[in-house]
């Protein structure tokens, strides 16, 4: 018995719009690449490199509202996609929607264990005032020997970006939960200090 090989056609159509995507790359013409894509993406629905691709342009070029609308059909077909929940938590961070950035963040946490994405969790509960599950993270975070090794970049006080280290943010974020939330200032003050 011989084995067939099965050869996977490509529409003509289809070849047009790959031909045209790769050559407005080629000549920088990123519009019309991404043009292309959504050609692309019409003949080929069920193609999720075509719509991340399309997700990566939105969100390169700061279009972080179609970028986390691009994610949803992925998101929907794989919840695990890293890729997808990646665009749509900074996505959904930078336009000011904190809740659904957290719950991005929450399952890309889970899927990845990321000291970064568990950094940006505990702010972001922080800020929604969820400060049990911020101090949860924070103890996790503080109990990681990775945590040492980590940086963050913060203006200082001539407003030029500096870099931290992670345990210091940390420590400091765990110092306003104890003084705004528990009205504990020893423990803030402890906190500070370390910090």
């Known amino acids: 018995a011989q084995a067939t090989e099965k050869k996977q056609t490509i ?3 289809t070849q047009h719009f790959y031909d045209k995507y790769v050559t407005a790359l080629q000549w920088n013409d990123y519009d019309v690449a991404k043009d292309a894509l959504y050609d692309l993406i019409i003949e080929n629905p069920q193609n999720d490199s075509l719509i ?7 969100y390169e070029n700061q279009k972080y509202v179609s970028a986390v609308l691009v994610c949803q059909p992925l998101l929907a077909r794989n919840p695990k996609n890293i890729a997808a929940l990646e665009i ?3 996505g959904y961070e930078t336009m000011g929607v904190p809740d659904r950035a957290l719950q ?3 399952s890309l946490y889970l899927l990845s ?3 970064t994405t ?3 969790m505990a702010f972001l509960q922080f800020d929604l005032k969820r400060f049990t599950e911020s101090l949860a993270s924070i ?3 503080l109990a990681n020997t990775e945590l040492d090794n980590a940086k963050v970049v913060f203006n200082d006080v001539e407003n030029k970006p500096k870099q931290y280290p992670m ?3 940390v420590l400091n974020l765990k110092g306003l939960i104890q003084l705004d939330h528990f009205g504990d200032k020893a423990a803030a003050k402890k906190l500070f200090d370390e910090a």
């Open 139 to 141: 103890d996790i975070l």
């Open 11 to 13: 529409s003509p159509l």
């Open 113 to 115: 264990n990321n000291l």
């Open 118 to 120: 568990l950094y940006k």
């Open 52 to 58: 991340y691709n399309l997700a990566v342009y939105y």
């Open 88 to 90: 749509s938590a900074v």
């Open 104 to 106: 991005n963040y929450e």
């Open 167 to 169: 345990r210091v943010s």
